[in-house]
């Protein structure tokens, strides 16, 4: 069976794409802000492009860079608070970030 999730309006997942060297600090902010970040998703992935940080001579060469995706269900408003406190937090122009909206979000029962 499909459920909704009672605890508050999930109606926007926010993503941040971050240096794996950030991991650690972002995972801490996130654990010490339930009231923003009640559960969340982390997934390895790589980013290419004009805002890639290349660091190591494997990412230089190979024209991509390592980071960390999490991935925050939440309500918009919520998840935009969240963006505040971790950008006083954290002051780093390799964090990118965006909102999408989530048509549904639950538990399989």
Same mark, same amino acid.
């Given at each position: 069976?499909?459920?909704? !999730?009672?605890? !508050?309006?999930?109606?926007?997942? #926010?993503?941040?794409? +971050?240096? &794996? /060297?950030?991991?650690?600090? &972002? %995972?801490?902010?996130?654990? #010490?802000? $339930?009231?923003? /970040?009640?559960?969340?998703?982390? &997934?390895?992935?790589?980013?290419?492009?004009?805002?890639?940080?290349?660091?190591?001579?494997?990412?230089?060469?190979?024209?991509?860079?390592?980071?960390?995706?999490?991935? +925050? *269900?939440? !309500?918009? !408003?919520?998840?935009?608070? %969240?963006?505040?406190?971790? *950008? *006083?937090?954290?002051?780093? $122009?390799?964090?990118?970030?965006? +909102?999408? *909206?989530?048509?549904?979000?639950?538990?399989?029962?």
């Amino acid at each position: 069976m499909m459920t909704t !999730s009672p605890l !508050s309006p999930h109606d926007a997942l #926010l993503t941040l794409a +971050i240096p &794996v /060297a950030l991991e650690e600090d &972002v %995972l801490d902010f996130l654990m #010490l802000h $339930p009231q923003w /970040a009640r559960g969340f998703t982390i &997934v390895d992935a790589e980013g290419m492009g004009n805002g890639a940080t290349l660091l190591t001579t494997m990412e230089k060469v190979q024209g991509r860079c390592r980071r960390k995706l999490v991935l +925050i *269900a939440g !309500s918009d !408003s919520e998840l935009r608070q %969240l963006l505040d406190a971790l *950008a *006083a937090e954290i002051h780093n $122009p390799d964090v990118a970030w965006w +909102i999408t *909206a989530l048509s549904g979000f639950g538990r399989l029962h």
